[in-house]
């Protein structure tokens, strides 16, 4: 030590300042890079990222993470990684991708195409049943590739290889994005209630109807190659047709549970591209309209939606619908129609005028002090025409059509005083205003067609329900309109063949909606034929006739006696009354008064009388409608009885009863107010 301070100290002046620099420099020189590694060390953390640290972390860890903020990561015993938070896009092959959902529907679509193939060989072997699955690829293109039968205790080659066959004609959605579908699609067969393999879900006891088509669950196979194609926010939905949509949303709308549940059904739909167009978007707002059934609901409806076009045609919808002073509150309440009308008055001013012509003097005051109140100026109109002030009617009926917001309501009230008034010219006139100011609205041109075929113009309606066909081509009940009208024109057996078609699309087991409405018009219509066949004493028409119901399917609902009602006019109001021998009056289940025709069936008679009665509720009283009243005892047997009765329902007649023991009917007119029980 002493030698290097000796030695330091013999160095000249300079250098020994050098040299004490140097050391100075390197000291700081470590100092700084000690300093930068733990700056270095020292690592924040973003909030869209995790900073893993692993190494020497504590006792018992291997790692620890930090989720926003930040921490000291030690040298050499310790290190570290990011780990992001961002979404990623990736690629996803979907090739072949077709859901079962899709598939079903497009299987139950061609349903009776395997009901063809079990009923042929079911008229050799009566106890023919089973079940038969079929397996199929569907190709890029939609079409099914091949098809083979997977397992079957049907034990009948014919009619499997029939079932083969027609799965092998059939198209569906092609598969997104490319590839095949490999589907395995298994029916149960039986005859009745009785036979074959127990479907997965529990029925309830149902009366034997004939052979049956039960499908089951749908089992789908995927096949994928090796092309990607990138995910898209459209559903497989929305690829199919709009006949195929609709069903789709009709059993999702029916799962909805609730005003919300439908609301969530449409948002879902606009999600899922499956209402590109406004055709496609109003064909859902209809079911949703259908499934609410009446305007209070739809009221509910159209405050949940906040979709602009839909709650504008909502509101055109229900203002089109309102029937009865409840939906008329309804709409006011929440359109903010009201005029101010109070009706609970205007009744007590109309019923302090004791005369004709003081009612019009009241009801004149009335449309003053209320000049929007539709009601008080159709009030006045009627009021005027009883009374023969027609000058004054027909000036009052103008101002009425020149009113922007006049709907059909009032424009069929109008045209129906003209026809009163012996005016058919103008009254057609009326009428075609109906859809004038509103070509695509469906239902004014349903109102049109319905109102011509009530007074008789059946070529006219015809031709309305084909331009309704144009603009809803793939809703059914169209093709029942059109059979109406081609039946009033003459042309039974057109009619009888859309009606077919109609039944024909039921499914299985279904004893409601169009295809039963259909089959009900059927047996009226061939009820109508037989009857004047044996008037005629036409043996050979009535065993041709008979042949034609056994293939239309009429009678495999036969029953022991079938009651019903028919009528075209939309404003009849005529309402269908049944009892069972010492029961009361009640509404049958067969009701479809939107196509005129309600019905009560009896499948086993029993003694006693039974008591049958029709109304006539609502409606301008002075506008005449006529229906009829048909019954048929024991239909398509040797001992099948039919009778038919022309009704009229006017000023004068505004019910009828009848009572019916074994198969004799008799009846009169009602008095007002009386029942068939007090007779």
């Known amino acids: 030590m002493l030698t290097n301070s000796l030695f330091l100290a013999q160095l000249p002046g300079g250098m020994f300042a050098a040299i004490i620099g140097l050391i100075i420099l390197f000291a700081a020189l470590i100092f700084f890079s000690f300093v930068m590694l733990l700056v270095k060390q020292f690592k924040r953390c973003p909030s869209n990222r995790v900073l893993v640290i692993y190494g020497r972390t504590g006792k018992g860890q291997s790692s620890r993470t930090i989720h926003g903020g930040a921490a000291f990561v030690w040298p ?386 015809y031709r309305q329900y084909q331009t309704l066909a144009t603009i809803r081509p793939d809703d059914p009940s169209v093709s029942l309109l059109l059979a109406q009208a081609a039946a009033g024109a003459g042309r039974i057996d057109e009619a009888l063949r859309l009606e077919q078609k109609l039944a024909e699309t039921a499914e299985p087991g279904a004893s409601e909606g169009i295809a039963r409405t259909a089959l009900l018009w059927s047996s009226v219509r061939f009820a109508e034929l037989r009857k004047a066949a044996r008037d005629a004493h036409d043996d050979a028409k009535l065993a041709a006739l008979a042949q034609r119901m056994r293939r239309s399917g009429v009678l495999r609902e036969a029953g022991a006696m079938r009651v019903s009602l028919v009528w075209s006019h939309p404003d009849a109001g005529l309402s269908l009354w049944a009892s069972h021998p010492g029961l009361s009056l009640v509404r049958p289940d067969d009701l479809s008064p939107e196509y005129g025709l309600e019905a009560f069936d009896v499948r086993e008679q029993e003694g006693g009388a039974y008591a049958i009665e029709v109304r006539r509720t609502g409606g301008d009283a002075r506008t005449a409608v006529e229906g009829k009243l048909v019954v048929v005892w024991n239909e398509g047997t040797a001992s099948e009885k039919i009778e038919v009765v022309p009704l009229r329902f006017d000023t004068a007649h505004r019910a009828y009863a009848w009572r019916v023991t074994g198969d004799a009917l008799a009846g009169a007119p009602l008095s007002e107010g009386a029942s068939a029980l007090m007779r």
Request: charged share 25%.
């Open 76 to 461: 050499l015993v310790q290190d570290y990684a990011y780990m992001s938070l961002e979404p990623i896009q990736i690629e996803v092959p979907l090739r072949g991708a077709l859901s079962s959902e899709v598939v079903r529907h497009v299987v139950l679509r061609h349903l009776n195409e395997v009901r063809f193939c079990y009923e042929q060989q079911l008229a050799q072997r009566p106890d023919l049943a089973g079940r038969v699955s079929v397996r199929f690829i569907v190709a890029a293109s939609g079409a099914v590739q091949s098809a083979a039968i997977a397992d079957s205790t049907l034990s009948n080659a014919a009619a499997e290889a029939c079932i083969v066959s027609a799965f092998r004609r059939w198209t569906f959605p092609a598969p997104d994005g490319g590839g095949v579908v490999v589907v395995t699609y298994p029916v149960v067969l039986q005859n009745g209630g009785g036979g074959g393999s127990t479907p997965t879900r529990a029925a309830a006891p149902e009366p034997p109807r004939g052979p049956r088509v039960a499908s089951i669950t749908t089992t789908v196979t995927f096949t994928t190659t090796e092309l990607d194609h990138r995910p898209s926010r459209c559903s497989e939905a929305s690829h199919l047709s709009i006949a195929d949509r609709r069903s789709l949303w009709s059993e999702r709308l029916s799962r909805g549970g609730g005003v919300s549940g439908w609301v969530e059904v449409y948002r879902a739909a606009l999600r899922a591209c499956e209402v590109p167009a406004w055709t496609d978007r109003r064909a859902l707002l209809e079911l949703m309209l259908a499934q609410a059934s009446n305007v209070p609901t739809m009221v509910q409806l159209y405050r949940y939606l906040d979709d602009g076009g839909a709650r504008s045609y909502l509101r055109a919808a229900i203002l089109r619908r309102v029937r009865t002073p409840a939906d008329l509150r309804a709409v006011r309440d929440a359109f903010g129609l009201s005029s101010g009308v109070d009706f609970a008055l205007v009744e007590q001013v109309l019923a302090r005028a004791t005369t004709p012509a003081l009612k019009i003097r009241a009801l004149r005051q009335l449309v003053l002090q209320y000049p929007d109140s539709f009601d008080l100026k159709l009030r006045l109109l009627s009021e005027l025409e009883a009374s023969s002030k027609l000058p004054e009617a027909k000036r009052l009926a103008e101002l009425l059509r020149r009113d922007p917001l006049a709907d059909a309501g009032v424009r069929t009230a109008i045209g129906e005083m003209y026809l009163r008034l012996s005016d058919e010219s103008e009254a057609r006139r009326v009428f075609s205003e109906i859809v004038e100011f509103a070509p695509q609205d469906e239902l004014a041109r349903r109102r049109l067609g319905d109102l011509y075929r009530a007074h008789g113009w059946y070529e006219d309606a």
